[in-house]
């Protein structure tokens, strides 16, 4: 592995210009994303050369070194995300931005990302819902992907791409849950009904059983952490419909665990409650018209099961991680009562172990 800069200060035009191909004179970094990104630091970089792009955006680790001490380096999230666009990047059926250069330091976990900048296309906030047109568009790239990928051959040969029941993930993610439960109920989980705070006072016990349900065969290749602030919609007819980011999550498992969290986090509660059977329907006939039969049945529980397991992302989120600003809060708090509702629309907390 070559020398890769682990921070926007070592970042000089002739590096650029190196891993771009191009003759980048001058280049000026403006930090975005604060607030909107949970587990990374984002820089828009603004070029000059005469056949440079006209800015890039870089990707570097969270400074945040809790996060990135208990969460993002055994978890092997930065790993997952780099090997990802070595390994697949556009080839995929749910694009993600092109990748110039991708870099993963297996002794230290820093990285670097150098990604094609997503501006011109259209993007939404999360804080205020996906639109029901939207949506559909998610759900049918969703699909793509996961039929793409279905029980696919091409798993060995990932051997970054793992299920969640893999150490040292159930033991993990327990633990990083129960230490950020107490800060969670804090800074977004004032409003939760009785039988919710039970849930989470419980949901360390339970994780092992979740990542066994949601993780029988068949699978797929699931981007984890499928949000709004993450979806870049098209512009220009040639655009793709919706491109990616953050494939830092990802894992092997059922395929309604990808739209359970969308549907339950990025929509709003009236939206999703007047669109959502008919989201999941489209997405079983995607699904169907790849040759891919999910049967009603598993396609429901699995669903109820994956809106109760993703409770934990605005959990863990909140009391694990450095709060940025007050828009992260508004983020975690809108993730925290779409769980919480869509949890009890679907009387998810009925399916347990016991």
């Known amino acids: ?38 587990l990374g630091r984002l820089y828009r970089v603004h070029l000059e050369g005469p056949a440079a792009p006209s800015s890039v955006v870089l990707k570097f680790p969270t400074l945040d070194l809790r996060a990135r001490a208990a969460v993002c380096e055994p978890l092997e999230f930065y790993l997952r995300e780099v090997r990802f666009y070595q390994d697949v990047g556009l080839a995929n059926p749910l694009p993600p931005a092109r990748p110039y250069f991708a870099a993963f330091d297996e002794d230290t976990h820093d990285f670097v990302l ?5 501006r011109r296309l259209r993007n939404a906030d999360q804080t205020v819902g996906c639109t029901p ?7 049918d790239a969703i699909a793509r992907h996961h039929a793409y990928w279905w029980d696919s051959d091409r798993f060995t040969e990932l051997g970054w791409l793992k299920p969640y029941t893999s150490p040292p ?8 849950f129960a230490t950020g439960w107490p800060r969670f109920l804090e800074v977004a989980g004032a409003d939760l009904s009785p039988a919710l705070r039970a849930f989470g006072e419980r ?18 290749f699931l981007h984890g ?3 709004l602030d993450q979806l870049f919609f098209a512009v220009d007819a040639d655009d793709p419909p919706v491109t990616a980011l953050d494939w830092q999550i990802t894992s ?21 409650r007047n669109c959502e059977i008919d989201l999941i329907d489209r997405y079983a006939q995607r699904l169907a018209e790849h040759g891919i039969n999910y049967p009603a049945t598993e396609l429901q529980r699995d669903y109820r099961l994956t809106t109760a397991w993703c409770f934990a992302y605005p959990v863990i989120g909140a009391g694990q991680f450095d709060i940025a600003n007050d828009r992260q809060v508004e983020l975690l708090r809108t993730m925290a009562n779409g769980a919480a509702v ?9 399916l347990r172990p016991d």
């Open 1 to 38: 592995m070559g020398w890769f800069p682990v921070d926007p200060q070592f970042v000089t035009p002739g590096w650029l210009s190196e891993i771009l191909g191009v003759d980048v004179h001058e280049c000026r970094f403006e930090q975005i994303g604060i607030g909107i990104g949970l």
């Open 342 to 350: 869509a949890i009890e629309d679907h009387d998810a907390l009925a």
């Open 114 to 118: 150098v990604l094609e900048d997503l």
């Open 203 to 220: 949901f360390p016990s339970l994780v092992r059983w979740y990542l066994e349900q949601i993780t029988r065969p068949p699978v797929t």
């Open 252 to 272: 092997l498992g059922r395929g309604a665990y990808d739209m359970a969290y969308f549907l339950s986090q990025s929509l709003a509660t009236e939206t999703r």
């Open 133 to 139: 047109a939207d949506a559909e568009i998610v759900v």
């Open 225 to 227: 952490d499928l949000r």
């Open 169 to 176: 993930f159930p033991e993990s993610l327990a633990n990083n």
